[in-house]
């Protein structure tokens, strides 16, 4: 596993679309910053909330990782790459957890740095600022890594699939949100269902809603985690099926 995720490591310093996953989260990061900046005196983002707000919220930045998962697998399947690394005994499932590890760690990072940058630069102006609810920011940290997880791991699940870069991001982005695509066409057809047991967006927490009421968490994280466990297992199975040496 450690040789694979060096691998990887080394694929994406290589790879151009990384740089410009970095590019994406340093714009995001600056917009960040310019929108505090032009917050009245009277409505203070200190330190601690601008590192959470840009840490747990950013979505633009995730989809960027996820087409980086999709067009990293497409480049080893059209090169050959993954016939060498499956061919020489690496296990299928290893290799599936390796990418999924290693692209979830990439993004974590280069969020957390983004979030101290901005945190830092709202500290000089506001203040460090304090956590309250320290239970409630601890979990929306862990849930946090958990949809990270999932997003990559869906990305990834689709390439595999479709073994296109097109197809495979259309369905990672479709797939999180087959409970609202059947709400739309139920309604359509006029009849009312609700699926938001089902929607991770509304089980995401979000440091407006900090408090200490903690039992939001409960079904956040089933959620992602029987989601996290039908993508892991599906993709692997897929993987195991497809003849690859």
């Known amino acids: 596993m450690k040789n694979l995720i060096l691998g990887h490591i080394y694929f994406l310093k290589k790879d151009h679309f990384f740089y410009g996953c970095i590019a994406i989260a340093l714009i995001m990061l600056i917009i960040s910053i310019r929108v505090s900046s032009f917050l009245p005196i009277e409505i203070p983002v200190t330190g601690v909330d ?34 060498n690394i499956i061919g020489k005994g690496t296990g299928k499932e290893k290799y599936y957890l390796s990418i999924v590890l290693t692209i979830s760690l990439a993004f974590l990072l280069i969020t957390m740095i983004s979030g101290i940058i901005a945190g830092t630069i ?16 601890i979990l929306a940290i862990i849930a946090r890594i958990l ?35 059947i709400e739309t066409i139920f309604n359509i057809i006029k009849i009312n269902i609700n699926l938001d047991l089902f929607k991770i ?41 497809q003849d690859i040496k």
């Not at 950013?58 to 080893?76: G, H, K, P, Q, R």
């Open 50 to 83: 601008s590192f959470f707000n840009l840490f747990l919220n950013d979505e633009t930045i995730i989809y960027a990782f996820m087409l980086l998962t999709v067009n990293m697998v497409s480049e080893t399947y059209q090169s050959g790459v993954i016939k």
């Open 147 to 181: 949809f990270v997880v999932a997003s990559i791991s869906f990305s990834l699940t689709t390439i595999i699939f479709t073994k296109n870069t097109i197809y495979g991001m259309v369905l990672a982005l479709i797939i999180p949100n087959i409970p609202q695509i």
């Open 201 to 241: 967006s509304n089980h995401m927490p979000t440091i407006q809603n900090a408090s200490t009421d903690i039992s939001p968490f409960l079904p956040c994280f089933i959620l992602l985690i029987v989601y996290i466990a039908l993508s892991t297992i599906i993709g692997i199975y897929l993987l195991k099926k």
């Open 122 to 137: 709202a500290f000089y102006k506001f203040g460090l600022g304090t956590i309250m609810y320290p239970a409630y920011y």
